[in-house]
């Protein structure tokens, strides 16, 4: 049987680089897409029966199919079928009632989450050399999210440019994603030659070592983020954050949960504070400027309504 969500142990004493958002922010307004009046698309690209199994596979692991885009799910669907090594959805769903064990692979492989240490140069240049030390410049805990983390790489590498800074130690960093899978990679932090290959060797070795045939990151990094697993339409929000890096999520997401989705980022965002987005994504927000390739920086005087 598929594991529920992890939960989050109740906040006690003092943390150094962990914030548990569960705890901290019960309180706040819920961002709960799967509630929005969303109707299936018209002309869906899911058959009915292909339709049908992933409906029901998105209910083992708790998530609403209706704020999925099915043309995205459609091109994703063989790829799931392959991995369970059947020629349809009904010899998907059997294999999967006979082995709930596969549920999580199986979602994976439909909400697949792509991402490397370090991805797109530009963006990391315009953290490490503007956004980071503007955000660290207060002596305030700085926040950060990477909401759909996947593995890992991406809050980590912003971790470790922290440690490069001094800052590590008071900032409290969180990664969510969906997907077990993602959630238990990212929390070990070991990862293959393959995965480690855009990392810049200095920080390999600074903050690496060997594991056979793989690479282990060091513990005061691991134990600088704190990760929940949490369905991106239907979560609580925790703002407010400096940082949020939510990249290519949207692109799964039906156009109104999308808009959702940007609108609640933006109003758990701190004024002054930035959102990484992917490259095929667009935001329209009165309050968010883009001050780099796929970066948007909230104004301090507006609130981030929609335009």
Known sequence: MIPTPLETPPLKGSFRHVVFADSTWMGRRPLNLAALPVSPPMGSTLPPEARSFVEWLFAQSGLNLSCYREDTLARRLPACLRM?????????????????????????????????????PAVFEFLTNHALPQLSESNRILRIWSLGCSDGQEIYSIAMLLAEMGCLDRAELLGTDCRIEAFRHARRGIYSRREIESLPPVLLRQFFTAAGDAWELNQQVRSAVHWRTADATHMIEPGAWDLIVCRNLAMYLTPMCSTELWRNLSNGLRPGGFLVVGKAEHLGIAGLRPVAS????????????ML
């Open 294 to 305: 796929c970066i948007f920086q909230k104004n301090p005087r507006l609130n981030g309504t």
């Open 84 to 120: 369970l090594r059947v020629h349809s959805v009904a010899g998907a769903r059997k294999v999967l009632e006979e082995n709930r064990g596969l549920l999580e692979s199986a979602i994976g492989s439909l909400v697949i989450g792509v991402t490397s240490f370090f991805r797109d």
